[in-house]
């Protein structure tokens, strides 16, 4: 295979294969830049079908982090690693203690945390031969409610340039899916006069959203057709393609769940069809903001504060995407560009 003429390479800095006979360890590491500082990045479990299927993702994973690093304001680049394995049946804490001596081999330049496959436990099993880990159990918290605020104040935001009230007394929002994040940001919503339409496949969910929020559910492939002002997806990615887009009735999209466009062309669909979308990695960068403030200095008004900044972000998006008639995925990956590149 290749993999410097891939399209996910984009000049990555630094790519490294790790294995360890005794514990089974097979991972790839990828450092995409570190103009900004460390690459910071989570750590996937995944039975790839193939290596060229684990390499293809780790390198467009790593480079959506610098990305994402960058338009967060945090000093960080961006890196992905992903270890070729069943995150159920093939994982053991020796396992992730050889991850840990792989990323302490680049000496700093990559720092790990959690991702699909890994939890908190594993970081700390990581954490027993690295420093260079965050999300360890016992030090890290749970990103959600940090990930919730963010897009709270980016539908807020959101709702003031495409609607251009100041509040969300009466606005109408869809969330879909009411997991970690989507019933936390269901909650801040509602707290601020918003009215709610929900779905999830979880009935329970559901049920305690029509209690508890006064929300109204529809079923879970009626929630794009509804007559709401914003569309916040927090479940599924993928959700922004052909055939949903042609169902919108809301004017924004703003919501948690990562890789929403299905294809780059529907971000442009979008914007033809005059709906405002809030960039996914920006408005759900409050969880990698607060894994930044985590620590013993932890300072919860801080990571806040910086969490919300998030909408200052998204109005300079949204400024340079309104003067240079570009989608708002476009403009933010070349503030993000610029960021990065000037950071060198
Ligand atoms: N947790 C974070 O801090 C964080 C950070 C960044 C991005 N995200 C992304 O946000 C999304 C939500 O994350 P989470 O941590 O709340 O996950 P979660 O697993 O806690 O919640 C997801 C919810 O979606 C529901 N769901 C699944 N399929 C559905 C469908 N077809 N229709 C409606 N609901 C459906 C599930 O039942 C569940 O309640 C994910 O895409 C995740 O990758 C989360």
Redesign the pocket.
Known sequence: MTVFTTSHFADHEQVVFASDAETGLRAVLAVHNTNRGPALGGCRMWAYESEEAAIADVLRLSRGMTYKNALADLPWGGGKSVIIADAKTDKTPEMMRAMGRAVERLGGRYIVAEDVGTTPDDMLAVSAETAHVRGVKGVGFD??PA?AFGCFVGIKRSVEERLGRANLEGVKVAV???????YDLAQQLRDAGADLVV????EG?VARAKTELGATPVP?DQIYSQDVDVFAP????AILNDQTIAQLKAKIVAG???NQLAEERHGQALADKGVLYAPDYVI?AG?VIHIYHEGADYDRQAAFGHVGRIAETLGEIYERAAKNGEPTHVAADRIAEERFANAA
């Open positions: 990103p959600s990930t879909q899916g009411l997991g970690h994040v989507g779905s999830d496949i979880d969910a879970f927090c479940a599924l990615g948690s769940a990562n759900n969880g």
